[in-house]
């Protein structure tokens, strides 16, 4: 009985720190795990709409010249009570003719939150 009271306790206290903001788990613009720092699953001479069938919409388009420069960012973290981290990832790729010619993937960051609050981090994917 004291095993099922502890187990109620704990459930209705994690309800209650979910409900009040004070656990998060954040996975925005990992384009569901596609996105990564060191694999992506884009390589040079994929086609411009496979690209934008894995990822979507880019966060950024960039044209010069010929060449397309699509950048998508993404951040991937939680936050539980007093104790959080994000981590930033870019990925840049370079288009010419609606081919990818150029690949580049990157952890641009990471925050370590501690008693900061969720604001510390930045919850949403940003500039770089």
Known sequence: MKRQTLVVLL???AAALSATGCIAFVDRGVRGGQLTSLSPTIEKGDKREEVLK????PDEIVRVGDAEHLTYRAVRGFYIVLF??????RLRLE?????????HAAKTGEDLL???GLAG???EPGTP
């Open 11 to 13: 459930l209705v206290a």
């Open 121 to 123: 981090g930045l919850p």
């Open 95 to 103: 288009i010419q003719k609606d081919v990818v010619t150029s690949v």
């Open 54 to 57: 894995i990822l979507g919409d």
């Open 84 to 89: 959080g981290k994000f981590e930033y990832y």
């Open 114 to 116: 501690i008693f900061t």
